[in-house]
């Protein structure tokens, strides 16, 4: 089935630093979503983007739709405690009834003091 | 707080039990999901429904058997599960079946003996 690579598996940063973390596929998506989850809970929404080279920001949070609409990559800067959790990017395919959410496998941060 | 809400929120049950799994969206969406979500996999698309009608079986074993009895309300009833079940169950929902914005509940982490 259709797979996204998500790097890294894991990231222990200190505090303040920035962090970026990307998927990427084999095959073309519409659409690419980042989400979070923390320990305990289901993932949150952090930012969609809907158009190939889209940069989005939330925060301190920043998201870029690649251009050949394979990848995507999320960057967090000036990382702070609460910033732990699990990242998850997810890219969809096809439209109406037909489509698609494929999840990436997760990029696990740690941030320490 | 994402408008989805999941009970209960940790469920131990044994392999001739059967439990049921419960979810409540508050946002008028008309498409709910069930994931589950093993440790170190991606998350799993179980079952879509739109407007209350099944859309989507991912060759899910029959053991788990999706309810919806109208567009807020989600269940998923188990029975004669195996250990390898044991994973956290997520409900999602989403405006339309085609609308990739989707948002999550808190889960059940089942775990069964």
């Known amino acids: 089935g259709q797979q996204l690579n998500q790097s890294p598996q894991s990231m222990f940063i200190q505090e303040g630093e920035d962090v970026s973390m990307n998927c990427t596929s084999s095959s073309i998506f519409n659409t690419w979503l980042w989400y979070k989850q923390d320990p305990g809970e289901g993932p949150v929404l952090l930012i969609a983007l809907y158009k190939a080279g889209e940069l989005t920001s939330n925060g301190r949070l920043t998201a870029q739709f690649g251009i050949t609409r394979k990848d995507s990559f999320l960057n967090i800067s000036a990382s702070i405690p609460s910033d732990v959790g699990i990242y998850f990017c997810a890219g969809q395919r096809g439209g109406g009834t037909a489509s698609k959410l494929t999840f990436g496998t997760g990029t696990r941060l740690q941030v320490t003091l | 707080e994402t408008g989805v809400t999941q009970t209960p929120r940790h469920l131990v049950m044994g392999m001739t039990n059967k439990k049921s799994l419960k979810c409540e969206q508050h946002l008028g969406h008309n498409a709910m999901y069930w994931y589950k979500q093993s440790a170190k996999k991606p998350l799993e698309l179980m079952f879509v429904y739109n407007f209350k009608e099944q859309t989507e079986n991912n060759s899910v074993p029959s053991r788990f058997s999706p309810e919806c009895p109208n567009s807020s309300h989600l269940f998923l009833h188990l029975h004669t599960l195996q250990p390898e079940d044991s994973a956290l169950y997520l409900c999602?929902?989403?405006?339309?079946?085609?609308?990739?914005?989707?948002?999550f509940g808190p889960g059940t982490r089942l775990t069964v003996l």
């Open positions: 999602a929902s989403s405006q339309d079946r085609g609308q990739d914005t989707q948002y």
